[in-house]
């Protein structure tokens, strides 16, 4: 069955404290990684996409890297407003690759 | 440009009432999703539509669930009669054409029924 697992749960950082979050998946045949960000009360921001293994792409103080497996999302001398939820998602196989699979989302908070 | 729109941003009903979110796709996308999430099951796709047409509704929970897109800036997601375990955040996405999986999702509308 195809599944996206994120961890950890929840992250607790002071400011300037560098991370990584981890999403593993199961799919096979991938078309696509996909991070977004959630704020409370808002919807998932669209952050990166990454379509093979050994691709990278960077926005501010976050790095999204992905392998054949997993991807990680490293976050660099963090501040507050990096506080958020943070998804992971993938498409279905096939037909279906308009279904993203959703992770259950990393909270990272992040002190000053 | 404008993102995806969403109305109401928050609606508060009693146990059998009927209940209308809205939402306007961005301007030139044309795929749109409505999505449902809670703590529990987090985000789950209700109902995928493909230029106005539904393609995949098999994830709308029963009946009582219907979603509509008269032209390709406008959808609306119907719940009749409501329930309380129907409460949650309803989100809608649109998608570019041959990108489906990218999906930009609206602010949301909380739905809570008492």
């Known amino acids: 069955e195809d599944q996206v697992t994120q961890s950890p749960e929840a992250l607790r950082l002071q400011e300037g404290e560098s991370s990584s979050l981890n999403c593993s998946y199961t799919v096979s045949g991938l078309r696509g990684l996909f991070w977004y960000r959630q704020d409370p009360g808002k919807g998932p921001e669209f952050l990166f996409t990454?379509?093979?293994a050994g691709e990278e792409k960077e926005k501010e103080r976050l790095k999204a890297t992905l392998t054949k497996k997993e991807s990680f999302l490293h976050i660099t001398a963090p501040k507050p407003e990096d506080s958020a939820t943070y998804l992971c998602a993938v498409p279905r196989e096939g037909d279906s690759s308009y279904k993203l699979i959703f992770g259950s989302g990393t909270r990272l908070l992040v002190r000053p | 440009d404008a993102g995806v729109i969403q109305s109401p941003r928050h609606e508060v009903t009693e146990m059998g009432q009927e209940v209308t979110l809205r939402c306007k796709p961005i301007s030139g996308h044309n795929s749109l999703f409505w999505y449902r999430q809670t703590m529990m099951r987090g985000l789950e796709l209700l109902i995928y539509?493909?230029?106005?047409?539904?393609?995949?509704d098999s994830g709308m929970p029963e009946d009582r669930f219907s979603a509509k897109m008269p032209n390709a800036s406008f959808s609306t997601l119907k719940i009749q009669p409501s329930e309380p375990r129907d409460s949650a955040v309803y989100f809608c996405a649109s998608s570019p054409q041959g990108r489906t999986y990218e999906q930009y999702f609206g602010p949301g509308t909380r739905l809570t029924v008492t």
């Open positions: 990454l379509y093979s």
């Open positions: 539509f493909n230029n106005n047409v539904p393609i995949d």
